[in-house]
Nanobody, 125 residues
Framework: QVQLVESGGGLVQAGGSLRLSCAAS????????MAWFRQAPGKEREFVSG????????YYADSMKGRFTISRDNAKNTLYLQMNSLKPEDTAVYSC??????????????????WGQGTQVTVSS
């Protein structure tokens, strides 16, 4: 079992930045691939970014490339998402997810086994 707890969300103006964190329980954090998803009101959950386990290969949705940076600190069992140049359309609940696979198998939410509760990000225009 892995428990995930997100933090760092909030209200920010367009063009601003936020850094989200996801603290994971368990001793085998390095063995999990991790990802961030988001869900805006009335929309389906969508993949934002993912990072593999041991080698930390990173993946991004096209609309986030160049603005968002995913990283992980395996010593601290923590996943991060640095979000820059935020836009009002980035407003959503952001959730972190963990997969028991060390590599990113796909960007579907169904590829991930554990989920956090989510943190609200609101970008004002």
């Amino acid at each position: 079992q892995v428990q995930l707890v997100e933090s760092g969300g909030g209200l920010v103006q367009a063009g601003g930045s936020l850094r989200l964190s996801c603290a994971a329980s368990g001793r085998t954090f390095i063995g999990y691939s991790m990802a961030w998803f988001r869900q805006a009101p009335g929309k389906e959950r969508e993949f934002v970014s993912g990072i593999s386990g041991i080698y930390s290969h990173t993946y991004y949705a096209d609309s986030m490339k160049g603005r968002f940076t995913i990283s992980r600190d395996n010593a601290k069992n923590t996943l991060y998402l640095q979000m820059n140049s935020l836009k009002p359309e980035d407003t959503a609940v952001y959730s972190c997810a963990a997969s028991t696979s060390n590599t990113i198998r796909g960007i579907s939410q169904y590829e991930f086994d554990y989920w956090g509760q989510g943190t609200q990000v609101t970008v004002s225009s």
